[in-house]
């Protein structure tokens, strides 16, 4: 039965670390062809707000008698339409999620640096002013650099994400194997 168990739990260490394997390789496919991956993280963007906005008109028409259904009508709408616009014009829509995402990074930043001088009398305050200088850094950059970075900036970010990802689902298959493989020995001993 032991036997059976390890079986398994070995079956599922192996097909983790498989998928870490791919996911590394994604990652570094989307940072090599960084404006594919941007369309795609574009296109799979719209397709999510397409999918959303059809479930907020099911879930209006379910609860049309719990008031607010022109509300909620109007939301579902949205979210259709901005996802099918972003689907019929992907370079505009890159653009656009592009300069979203330098203002999101230069707000946060902001945000950072005003938290960081509110704990500063706590200790290691300094890790989150060092954060929000890089994220406002790293906002700013996307904006002074907008509209010529749109292109690869979406791709490369997705790439790097699903490569740290894939390696850190690779580290911890591997840290599991290695811990069953000293369980299984130890308990053999």
Known sequence: MTSNVSQDINQN??????????LIILGIVAIAIPVVSTIFAETWFALILISS?????VYATQTRQQGGFLWKLLLSGLYIA???????YPK????TLTLLLGSFLLTEGVFEL???FRLRPQQNWTWVLGDGIITLVLGAMIWFQW????PWLLGTLVGVSVLFT???RVMLSLNARSFLNQ????ASA
């Open 53 to 57: 906005g059809f479930a907020k008109l």
């Open 166 to 168: 894939g390696i850190s």
């Open 183 to 186: 369980s299984d020995s130890s």
């Open 147 to 150: 509209p010529f970075d749109a």
């Open 82 to 88: 901005t996802g099918v616009m972003l689907f019929i």
């Open 114 to 116: 005003i938290l960081a």
């Open 13 to 22: 260490i192996n097909g983790s670390l498989v998928i870490g394997v791919l």
């Open 92 to 95: 505009t829509g890159i653009l």
